[in-house]
């Protein structure tokens, strides 16, 4: 009698994803990096305004604050993209950190109003802009170690989580600088960003990911001009961020001075952290959009929900109208951010996605600075009230420059990102047209 004898099926090999090839401790070094940055603007203000008992002063440091990181954050991310992350995010960190302390010691000290605005302007120089460095990264990795069928959902799902990472830091970045103003001192959030940053900035420069990004002697670097960075496709996602950056300054601010002068300042951070609640849900479901909703239309759309949610928030009298105005914002601030990175990524000439990157991070920063000094000076010498209506102007930006977008900068299907070989070409293009196929 005869004996079959019968082999065991080999087990399947699952195909890796992006948090088994990413680490399981790069997402929250990444999240928890993020907070100096949205800490700075405001927590500068508090600092200032403490320090020096002047409103006019703090708004100013707040401006260089957002001058420094729009005139140098575009330049830290074209060095990421030539030399590698690592070495540009050390350096920036360290610095960043030693600067965050020269300010809490600077505020207090008996040296002219100028040396504070320079110590506020290399603060926002050497600020590490984690958000668009990590998404500039994990791009790289999902096109590179990643299976190709797993690229498109991962590549969606990714921007997704980035955008509400990046929200939730905005969102509550200005209330942990007010938990610690206010338990503490008002230098505490310099002293606790500084910590953040020298722990949570450095981990993010050494963590592995870190060599997925960099150039190497077998591979030189192949980037497109320089100029290609100044294109109207570009330009207008820049605008895009800009504006959001405004609606951000002009929101906290307005709120908050509204809500102290009836009687309700200590909820500012709550009410401003409804907002953050659509959002984040928003962002993180952007895989469940049809796919015909392309990224042009879902900007256009969900920046016009953002202003009608301002148009509300300016005519709310009340605690009530404020919240159910913030609710609907969050709905729709969360997905507009989503689509301006996803265009970034779309749009981002050969070899300088880490630049483009930096240029929305610093275009928001700058906007949030500026618009908190213009909203605190409105709300000092017109009133509460007149500064509400100034999120409607940040709103109508965003909205104005999605119309250039959807009229001027729509290219034809298949066409709509420019990378360097044809597989990842294809890959983004069915990320960004028909996401639902990988659903």
């Given at each position: ?104 010691a600077v505020a207090f000290s008996a040296l002219p109003d100028a040396a504070v605005l320079a110590v506020g302007f290399l603060i926002g120089a050497s600020s590490p802009q984690i958000g668009p460095l990590s998404r500039s990264r994990l ?40 938990l610690l103003a206010t338990t503490l001192s008002p230098a505490a959030p310099m002293i606790g960003a500084a910590v953040l940053t020298l722990l949570f900035v450095t981990a993010f420069a050494l963590h592995p990911t870190a060599k997925v ?227």
């Amino acid at each position: 009698m005869s004996t079959q004898q019968t082999t065991a099926p080999a087990p399947q090999q699952s195909s890796p994803t992006l948090r088994s090839v990413a680490g399981a401790a790069y997402f929250p070094i990444a999240f928890v990096a993020r907070f100096p940055f949205a800490m700075m603007v405001v927590g500068t203000l508090t600092l200032v305004v403490s320090a020096r008992d002047s409103i006019a002063l703090g708004g100013l440091n707040s401006a260089v604050v957002g001058l420094g990181s729009a005139l140098v954050g575009p330049l830290l991310g074209a060095a990421a993209d030539r030399i590698g992350q690592r070495p540009v995010i050390l350096v920036s960190g360290i610095v960043n950190s030693l600067t965050l302390l020269a300010m809490a010691a600077v505020a207090f000290s008996a040296l002219p109003d100028a040396a504070v605005l320079a110590v506020g302007f290399l603060i926002g120089a050497s600020s590490p802009q984690i958000g668009p460095l990590s998404r500039s990264r994990l791009v790289q990795l999902i096109l590179t170690r990643l299976p190709s069928h797993r690229r498109a959902k991962s590549l969606n799902g990714t921007m997704g989580y980035e955008s509400a990472a990046d929200e939730t830091a905005f969102v509550f970045g200005p209330v942990v600088v007010g938990l610690l103003a206010t338990t503490l001192s008002p230098a505490a959030p310099m002293i606790g960003a500084a910590v953040l940053t020298l722990l949570f900035v450095t981990a993010f420069a050494l963590h592995p990911t870190a060599k997925v990004a960099a150039p190497t002697t077998e591979e030189p670097v192949a980037q497109a001009p320089a100029r290609e960075l100044f294109t109207l496709p570009v330009l207008v996602i820049v605008a895009g961020a800009l504006g959001v950056g405004l609606f951000f300054g002009t929101v906290l601010t307005s709120l908050t001075a509204f809500l102290s002068d009836t009687g309700h300042g200590d909820s500012a951070g709550l009410v401003y952290g409804v907002m953050g609640v659509g959002s984040t849900i928003l962002a993180l479901s952007i895989t469940l959009f049809p796919e015909r909703f392309r990224l042009y239309a879902r900007w256009l759309t969900f920046s016009s929900l953002m202003l009608a949610a301002m148009l509300a928030f300016g005519l709310a009298g009340g605690l009530t109208g404020l919240i159910a105005a913030m609710a609907v914002a969050g709905i729709g601030i969360g997905p507009t951010v989503v689509t301006l990175y996803s265009l970034a990524a779309d749009r981002s000439p050969q070899g300088r996605s880490a630049t483009v990157m930096t240029m929305l991070g610093s275009a928001t920063i700058v906007g949030q600075s500026a618009a908190s000094a213009v909203t605190g000076a409105v709300a000092e010498s017109s009133g509460s009230q007149a500064s509400m209506w100034l999120p409607v102007g940040a709103a109508a930006l965003v909205v104005l420059a999605a119309l250039v977008n959807a009229l001027a900068c729509r290219t034809p299907a298949g066409t709509e990102i420019s990378a360097a070989d044809e597989e990842v070409l294809e890959e983004a293009r069915r990320l960004t047209e028909l996401p639902s196929e990988h659903l």
